[in-house]
């Protein structure tokens, strides 16, 4: 079974508005963190945003914020005011405290293109 | 200023040829990571490190090998090159984890054809 599922391969967002990006995972380890990564054109991987499983509160980055429904697992980045700049494909990724040690487990991502 | 770095950054080789792509950090992280990315599957572990001398499978690790002489590098190899593993290749690296939060820091990708 899929670990990470990102349901959206592609989406289109006009410049200035908001967007969620969906991510839904599946463990049974109690402990865990979760991240965004995005990779622009160029190929490198950013690191955006974390939240970790016993976190009370959603995660803010600046733009970004991280949606965490922990009952529905799901940990959707919401971007706020989107730029050109923000068009990349964003991938979600988590790890599992108990079971995999510092591995991450990859989603197979989404292409955001923001419009002007 | 730390930093991760691969090398070369693209490679064209030939199917059966033996083939290592370099990995070097300097951060002093103890955790290293290799990836390969292909469109439709994100990022899959190929190989990782907790240490000098240690190495372990991923979940895409047949064909591939890794040795782990010193802190900083962690060179991949694959031994006998398929066309099935024409990817784009990252390297990544992280510190010891003290909690949930362990940020992995990414090297700028390997682009690999094998023809």
């Known amino acids: 079974a899929q670990k990470i599922t990102q349901t959206q391969p592609g989406m289109f967002v006009q410049e200035k508005e908001a967007v969620t990006l969906d991510c839904t995972y599946d463990?049974?380890?109690?402990?865990?963190?979760l991240f965004w990564y995005k990779q622009p054109s160029s190929g490198e991987m950013i690191f955006l945003i974390y939240?970790?499983?016993?976190?009370?509160q959603n995660a803010t980055e600046g733009r970004y914020s991280l949606n965490f429904q922990k009952a529905r697992k799901s940990a959707n980045l919401v971007i706020s005011a989107s730029q050109l700049g923000d068009s990349a494909m964003y991938f979600c990724?988590?790890?599992?405290?108990?079971?995999?040690?510092?591995?991450?487990?990859f989603g197979g991502g989404t292409r955001l293109m923001v419009k002007p | 200023d730390a930093e991760i770095t691969q090398s070369p950054r693209h490679k064209i080789t030939e199917t059966g040829r033996q083939v290592t792509l370099a990995c070097h950090q300097t951060?002093?992280?103890?955790?290293m990571f290799w990836y390969r990315q292909d469109l439709g599957h994100g990022l899959r572990l190929i190989h990782y490190?907790?240490?000098?001398?240690?190495?372990n499978k991923g979940e895409v690790s047949d064909g591939y090998s890794v040795s782990r002489s010193n802190t900083e590098d962690l060179p991949l190899t694959l031994e006998s090159a398929a066309s099935s593993q024409t990817s784009v290749y990252f390297c990544?690296?992280?510190?010891?984890?003290?909690?949930?939060?362990?940020?992995?820091?990414f090297g700028p990708g390997t682009r690999l054809t094998v023809l």
């Open positions: 990544a690296s992280s510190p010891l984890a003290s909690g949930f939060y362990n940020e992995q820091f």
């Open positions: 463990t049974s380890d109690p402990s865990y963190g």
């Open positions: 939240q970790g499983s016993y976190d009370q």
């Open positions: 990724a988590m790890r599992e405290v108990n079971n995999a040690g510092n591995m991450l487990t």
């Open positions: 951060w002093n992280h103890n955790n």
């Open positions: 490190s907790y240490g000098v001398h240690d190495t």
